[in-house]
Structure formats: C-alpha cells, structure tokens
C-alpha cells in the first residue's frame, strides 16, 4: 500500500510551538488528516485538510501542506503539558473510505 | 449525541475462543470502519459497511472474521477460533457518507489472546 511516513518522537517544554511532520506518497490523497491518540483511548480528529488547500488554522493548530513534495505539518503553538501524546498523521486516497495511517509521533512535553 | 461507543473495553480469552465485540455509531453516520491496531502502529483498516452493506474487506480480514451490520446502526465483530496474533486494539469509527469531513473513532476494544 501507499506509505505515510512519521518521525517517531519529539519532546519540546512547555509554552514552546511544536511542530510533527508527515510525508506520503499517494498523490490522489484527497483528504490529510492529524489525530491525537492518548494512551489506553481511541483516536480523537483534531483537524484536517484538503488536497486543494496549502494552509488551515484552528485555535492553537496549524497545518500545513506542501502538496508538491507531499510533506504535511501540524504546529502546536503554546504546547502544554495536555497535549502529550501520539499524533498521527493519515490521508484517504482513491478508496474514498480507507484512512491510510503513519506509525505515529510520540510527543511529549517537558515542564 | 455521545459518540462512537465499543463494548467490552477489554477483552482476555483464550487461544480457540470465539469472541464478538460490538460497535455503536453515532446516530447520523450512515458508514461504520473497523480497524486494527498492534502495539506501536497506526490503525489498519479492516472492513467498512454503508448502511447495512458491507462494501469492503481488507485482505487483513481473515475467514476467522465475520462483521456484521444487520439494521444499518450497531455492527458486531467477531473472531473465531482466536489465535495469539490476533491481540491487538480493535478500533470502530464512523462518518458521513462523504468521509472528507473525517471518521470518528470509539475508545477501542482491547484483545488479548492467552
């Protein structure tokens, strides 16, 4: 299958921005999308994007995506300790109803 | 409404038991997803239905696993003759017919085989 692809780990202190990076290859992705998942728990949407666009902002979320390269990021602006935990990272190409996951990035945030 | 809701949370059975989980939509989706997830890994998709069709199955799917979706709302999972490498998180979602807007996870079923 088409590869979403994550760094494994990020750890950034409190207040600072943090930023989780995606790259994937499937170029009919038509939705890219970040979920947060906390431990023991299911995944809970933040927010995502569509193809068509190159930014979207909500509250303290950023994302950006680079379609060219297929780079998509998410910045966390004010990271607080709360917001530790696994974020992934998935689009949904030309199935229309598979989403397609990365491994996940563990972040943790530091007092 | 209260989101996607999965019973049993846990799950421990033994290696040949047959289990079955269960999956409650929100109300206004029309489709429901499984996926599986192991240790250290994003979810894998497994099947969908749309209403009550089940429209796809995963190559993942082994013969051991039959879902069902009978009156188009909750849908049933079940494993039979379970083996050790089925332990994982067994994930429900749901969403609109036009999933762009996103799917909607539960909180997970958590099996493990003894």
């Known amino acids: 299958g088409e590869d979403v692809e994550q760094s494994l780990f990020l750890s950034v202190r409190e207040g600072d921005s943090s930023v989780i990076n995606c790259t994937y290859t499937d170029s009919s992705s038509t939705y890219l999308y970040w979920y947060k998942q906390e431990p023991g728990a299911g995944l809970q949407l933040l927010t995502y994007i569509f193809s068509n666009m190159d930014m979207k902002q909500d509250q303290r979320l950023t994302v950006l995506l680079n379609k060219k390269d297929k780079h998509l990021s998410l910045r966390i602006a004010d990271t607080q300790t709360g917001d530790s935990a696994i974020y992934f990272c998935?689009?949904?190409?030309?199935?229309?109803?598979?989403?397609?996951f990365g491994k996940g990035t563990s972040l943790l945030v530091t007092p | 409404d209260t989101g996607v809701s999965q019973d049993p949370r846990h799950k421990i059975t033994k290696r040949g038991q047959n289990v079955t989980f269960r999956c409650d939509p929100i109300?206004?989706?029309?489709?429901l997803y499984w996926y599986r997830q192991t240790l250290g890994q994003g979810p894998e998709f497994l099947t969908y239905?749309?209403?009550?069709?089940?429209?796809?199955k995963s190559r993942l799917l082994s013969d051991r696993f039959s879902a069902e979706r009978p009156k188009g709302s909750f849908s049933t999972l079940e494993i039979q003759r379970t083996e050790q490498g089925d332990s994982a998180m067994y994930l429900c979602a749901s969403s609109f017919r036009d999933s762009g807007g996103g799917q909607f996870f539960g909180p997970g079923t958590r099996l493990t085989v003894l």
């Open positions: 239905f749309q209403n009550e069709a089940q429209l796809e």
């Open positions: 998935a689009e949904i190409g030309d199935s229309g109803y598979a989403l397609n």
């Open positions: 109300s206004e989706h029309n489709r």
